[in-house]
T-cell receptor
Framework: KQEVTQIPAALSVPEGENLVLNCSFT??????LQWFRQDPGKGLTSLLL?????REQTSGRLNASLDKSSGRSTLYIAASQPGDSATYLC????????????FGEGTQLTVNP | GAGVSQSPSNKVTEKGKDVELRCDPISGHTALYWYRQSLGQGLEFLIY????????KSGLPSDRFSAERTGGSVSTLTIQRTQQEDSAVYLC?????????????FGEGSRLTVL
């Protein structure tokens, strides 16, 4: 059974810091990995999708890496801003249809002005 | 539409009543998913549609839960004889089988409270 773990569970940083969120998964036979952001009382916003054949994806100040063999992914946020405060969720899919995303518990990020 | 649309956004019901939750996916998306997010817990997969068929409904917690999709578009999740443990946010997502295969786009969710 695929299990996804995110560390740390919560993180508080001052504005401007670069930070790394970690995600690990137990079954390396994944199809893709997706990072999401969730604001309080809202749905999930897709940030980055990494296919299993890729090593990283970048979007603006965000960079996600994937190491399938070790079962790890990191989300790097450069020059953090208070607007980055949210819960960040990592999810993996092990089926070609992209179904049954297995989610981690999330990292709650607070960026202080 | 521009995004995944869910209704109602909030639903309060009494124990034992039936509820219907609706999801309108992004136009052209062939796959549709239902997830549940309970307070203090992670997201739980419920069911997946490809077109109008549901190849994976293994996540439905009991036979009180059912879902259908018509016309390859709108989906309805029905919960019969609601129980207090059904209280959660029900999230719908859709995806397009294409270049970014498997990227899911979520709606804002339907918050269900069973009294």
């Amino acid at each position: 059974k695929q299990e996804v773990t995110q560390i740390p569970a919560a993180l508080s940083v001052p504005e401007g810091e670069n930070l790394v969120l970690n995600c690990s998964f137990t079954d390396s036979a994944i199809y893709n990995l997706q990072w999401f952001r969730q604001d309080p009382g809202k749905g999930l916003t897709s940030l980055l999708l990494i296919q299993s054949s890729q090593r990283e994806q970048t979007s603006g100040r965000l960079n996600a890496s994937l190491d399938k063999s070790s079962g790890r992914s990191t989300l790097y946020i450069a020059a953090s801003q208070p607007g980055d405060s949210a819960t960040y969720l990592c999810a993996v899919s092990i089926e070609t249809s992209g179904s049954r995303l297995t989610f981690g518990e999330g990292t709650q990020l607070t960026v202080n002005p | 539409g521009a995004g995944v649309s869910q209704s109602p956004s909030n639903k309060v019901t009494e124990k034992g009543k039936d509820v219907e939750l609706r999801c309108d996916p992004i136009s052209g998306h062939t796959a549709l998913y239902w997830y549940r997010q309970s307070l203090g817990q992670g997201l739980e997969f419920l069911i997946y549609f490809q077109g109008n068929s549901a190849p994976d409904k293994s996540g439905l917690p009991s036979d009180r839960f059912s879902a259908e999709r018509t016309g390859g578009s709108v989906s309805t999740l029905t919960i019969q004889r609601t129980q207090q443990e059904d209280s959660a946010v029900y999230l719908c997502a859709s995806s397009f089988w294409g270049r970014n295969t498997g990227e899911l786009f979520f709606g804002e969710g339907s918050r269900l409270t069973v009294l």
